[in-house]
């Protein structure tokens, strides 16, 4: 299986370099290993592998989840979620800082992206933040970390592709992302509260007085909050609850989204017809990648390659721990490169039959490659978190990398915990579905 391995990066890396797309990259790299290796009819079998994964009901959630996003990006959401949760936040060392781990924590919630969070909560939190004079170092930093949020707690577009291209329960993974979403984000605040207790020039000394608004006020400004947990209640309400599928859920918070955006102004006919370009612009786009991956992953197991890649690494003798250390820096180095979704759809057909080998759960895994994901969003040059927050504030890009590398830090120790106790993962889907 040598000489399939090596041509499978060969021409892989070869056309990558070319600069051709990365969802074609993977389909003309499946096509060349196949004409190669195999005698086989790929007029008739490249077209019944698109057909495959296209029409997978599975991937229908993807979709809407994306046209959700793209009316909650132009609705007043982030200015309401500031406003509900300020009060409250005033109360906790590093004050409003707190907002930013918050309200990403809030909107991964119903969003599922993790650029979308990033910018929604962004472009209100920032100014304001910096307006009022916090250190604009944990200002940023705090942000670009917390918006990775939107990958992890549920609805999360990448687990969708992960599920339809690993072949695993959406709902499971999405229940599974909820603990370690809910300890990701208050380590995060816990991170704000320690950093702004040893440097408490990073919170300027007028916020103090935020401790002292009247609870009559923090409870006033709950109702800032309905929009956010009413399109929770639509998402999250209708699967868990029983009365929804991933997909049924998706078309559920599509309708939330759209009431939100009416009763706050914000659906008129340019709205609209952006909001349709941009989800048309984005799904073609993700529904080539994946197109691609999974030729790519049908050919390359066609021809064996993830089985002799398997013994190959079985062959070193990594114990578990070790084999997710090293996972844990090729997916940092792939994340200097490639963004998220390109790095799953690119490693999953070799990487997936290797951990599985080693005895992990899959759906564990899948929370794994989320985490993985999330810190390739933050890792330069080509972490995406990076360049929306860099468009938000004009900052250079070395600069955020800098000020947000504490909680990628804080990302590596995480997976290194769950690899250690994996029952944070899978302790609500085994609970919940047995």
């Not at 994964?53 to 132009?74: C, D, S, W």
């Not at 962004?122 to 944990?138: H, K, P, Q, T, V």
């Not at 997916?331 to 759809?345: E, H």
């Not at 390739?376 to 938000?392: D, E, H, S």
Request: glycine share 10%; net charge neutral; hydrophobic share 60%.
């Amino acid at each position: 299986m040598t000489i399939e391995v090596i041509a499978l990066f060969v021409i892989l890396f070869a056309l990558l370099a070319g600069g051709l797309w990365i969802g074609l990259t993977l389909a003309f790299t499946a096509t060349l290993l196949l004409a190669m290796f195999r005698s086989i009819p790929l007029d008739k079998l490249l077209p019944q592998y698109a057909w495959n994964i296209l029409t997978t009901q599975e991937l229908l959630a993807l979709p809407l989840f994306i046209l959700m996003g793209e009316l909650l990006f132009r609705t007043r959401l982030s200015r309401s979620l500031f406003q509900g949760l300020a009060p409250w936040a005033g109360l906790l060392p590093g004050r409003l800082l707190h907002v930013n781990v918050i309200g990403c924590t809030i909107f991964a919630a119903i969003s599922g992206s993790s650029a979308a969070t990033t910018q929604v909560i962004g472009r209100m939190s920032l100014n304001e933040l910096l307006r009022r004079g916090y250190s604009r170092d944990i200002a940023i930093g705090s942000l670009a970390g917390a918006g990775t949020l939107g990958f992890l707690i549920p609805p999360s577009n990448i687990m969708i592709i992960y599920g339809v291209l690993g072949d695993v329960s959406i709902l499971k993974l999405f229940t599974a992302g909820v603990l370690p979403g809910l300890l990701l984000a208050g380590t995060f605040m816990g991170w704000v509260m320690l950093h702004t207790t040893l440097k408490p020039a990073m919170v300027p000394k007028a916020e103090a007085q935020l401790s002292l608004v009247p609870w009559a006020e923090r409870f006033a400004a709950l109702k800032d909050l309905a929009p956010a947990l009413f399109l929770i209640a639509c998402v999250l309400g209708s699967m868990y609850g029983g009365l929804a599928t991933p997909s049924e859920a998706a078309a559920v918070g599509v309708l939330g989204a759209a009431l939100v955006a009416y009763f706050q102004g914000a659906m008129s006919q340019q709205v609209v017809r952006d909001v349709m370009i941009g989800s048309v612009i984005t799904c073609s786009m993700i529904a080539l990648i994946v197109l691609g991956a999974s030729i790519l992953g049908n050919a390359a197991a066609f021809l064996g390659i993830p089985q002799a890649v398997a013994a190959f690494v079985k062959g070193l003798g990594l114990s578990p721990f070790m084999l997710i250390a090293v996972l844990i820096v090729f997916y940092l180095i792939l994340g200097c490169f490639l963004d998220g979704f390109s790095m799953i759809v690119m490693t999953l057909p070799i990487v997936l039959p290797i951990v599985k080998g080693a005895g992990f759960d899959e759906v564990w895994f899948g929370i794994f490659l989320v985490l993985a994901v999330e810190m390739a969003q933050i890792t330069p040059p080509v972490g995406f978190n990076l360049f929306v927050i860099q468009g938000l504030t004009e900052d250079g890009l070395g600069y955020i990398a800098r000020v947000t590398a504490p909680y990628l830090i804080i990302m590596i120790a995480f997976v290194l915990l769950l690899t250690l106790f994996p029952g944070i993962v899978t302790i609500l889907p085994r609970l919940l579905y047995g």
